[in-house]
């Protein structure tokens, strides 16, 4: 009996097994997060950002990324933390979530790192805080500890947009 392999169908799985393993990482102050890369589309310095009124605070306005408007989140003030001023390292990543495009403001992106699921565990549920609703789980690297992001539920979350709304 002889079996046939489609080595697209193949190369696609495989491609998808590793983009699940994939993480950006960005910094905020000290702590490090990650962002699975799927979501990812690219990376921005940050520019000039369009002030939109009645919108949370931490939603930052809305930029013109060639022709398209990108609402942009600053995820400093999404985590309640203590707003600093952009630097030449504060850059925006843009992230595709279903069929919205959000920028994330961040004090500046660290690399791209395979973080395998076995190397991830869950964040302790006793001690959740406000931000930490967000994180979906903890990434174990030899060297350091990463907190993988949520990304749906830290753009649903307070703030009117829906990922799921068609």
């Known amino acids: 009996m002889s079996v046939e392999y489609d080595n697209n169908q193949m190369d696609e799985e495989e491609e998808s097994e590793s983009l699940d393993e994939k993480y950006l990482t960005f910094m905020l102050g000290d702590e490090e997060y990650g962002i699975n890369i799927g979501f990812v589309t690219e990376i921005i310095p940050i520019q000039a950002i369009t002030f939109v009124p009645d919108l949370p605070i931490f939603v930052k306005g809305i930029i013109n990324l060639r022709g398209q408007i990108i609402p942009v989140i600053d995820v400093r003030l999404r ?20 069929d919205l495009f959000v920028g994330f403001i961040v004090d500046s992106v660290a690399s791209c790192d395979t973080i395998s699921n076995e190397s991830i565990i869950m964040p302790p549920a006793a001690q959740r805080n406000y931000h930490q609703k967000y994180i979906s ?28 709304a068609a």
């Open 137 to 164: 789980g903890i990434g174990r690297l030899s060297d350091r500890i990463v907190l993988i992001l949520d990304c749906e539920k830290l753009i649903n979350d307070d703030m009117g947009i829906s990922v799921n």
């Open 79 to 98: 985590f309640q933390k203590e707003e600093v001023d952009y630097n030449d390292r504060t850059c925006v990543i843009v992230l595709q979530i279903s």
